[in-house]
């Protein structure tokens, strides 16, 4: 079964907006954790942002922050004043917490930031 | 510290041949992963180490995969023979621990290892 979910293969925002970047995800335990990561075209893979299941409150990491709704199984990333360098891929990845560990990563979205 | 070191950056072979991926881990990180990313997808775990024992490696192709932490410090993943859907970028990645029930425990990741089979 499918357990991470981005619905949007590409997105566009203007420079200095906010933008909401959707991940969805599947899963009957109560326990897991949701990142978000970038990808620049260069490859590696860097860490944004982390949720755990029984924080109450949203993640904030800077200009990120991810916003939970847990009943909903939803963790968006959204990124307030975007900058050119935030044109990249960005990937939301969940973790059963009885799994040791790996990250089960969704499909990705592309943002692109235009000047 | 010094991130997580993966070589070569590129590799391009023919397919039947083989190849090999070497990963250098932060120093301290018992946990080590190889995922496998094919162009417009998500990363894939192969396999994933803590120390030097297999943890998962459910989704590893064992026909032509393998992987070895001998040490418990740097891995290597091989490809032999190597086929045209094996074109990809293998990530390694590590991280302090198995999540134990606390914190993000955040994976790190390498630059990753381009590989195209030709």
């Known amino acids: 079964a499918q357990k991470i979910t981005q619905t949007q293969p590409g997105m566009f925002v203007q420079e200095k907006e906010a933008v909401t970047l959707d991940c969805t995800y599947d899963t009957s335990d109560q326990s897991y954790g949701l990142f978000w990561y970038k990808q620049p075209s260069s490859g590696e893979m860097i860490f944004l942002i982390y949720q755990g299941s029984y924080d109450e409150q949203n993640a904030t990491e800077g200009r990120y922050s991810l916003n939970f709704q847990k009943a909903r199984k939803s963790a968006n990333l959204v990124i307030s004043a975007s900058q050119l360098g935030d044109s990249a891929m960005y990937f939301c990845a969940f973790r059963e917490d009885n799994q040791g560990g790996k990250l089960i990563f969704g499909q990705g979205t592309e943002l692109s930031v235009k000047p | 510290e010094a991130g997580v070191a993966q070589s070569p950056r590129y590799k391009i072979i023919e397919k039947r041949q083989s190849v090999a991926f070497w990963c250098n881990p932060i120093?301290?990180?018992?946990?080590l992963y190889w995922y496998q990313q094919i162009l417009g997808q998500g990363p894939k775990l192969l396999i994933q180490?803590?120390?030097?024992?297999?943890?998962?490696d459910s989704q590893l192709p064992k026909d032509r995969f393998s992987a070895e932490r001998l040490k418990g410090v740097d891995s290597t993943l091989k490809i032999q023979p190597a086929k045209l859907e094996d074109s990809a970028v293998y990530l390694c990645?590590?991280?302090?621990?198995?999540?134990?029930?606390?914190?993000?425990?955040?994976?790190?990741f390498g630059a990753g290892s381009r590989l195209t089979v030709l």
């Open positions: 990645a590590s991280s302090l621990n198995r999540w134990k029930g606390s914190g993000a425990n955040v994976l790190t």
């Open positions: 180490f803590q120390n030097n024992g297999v943890v998962d």
């Open positions: 120093s301290g990180h018992a946990t």
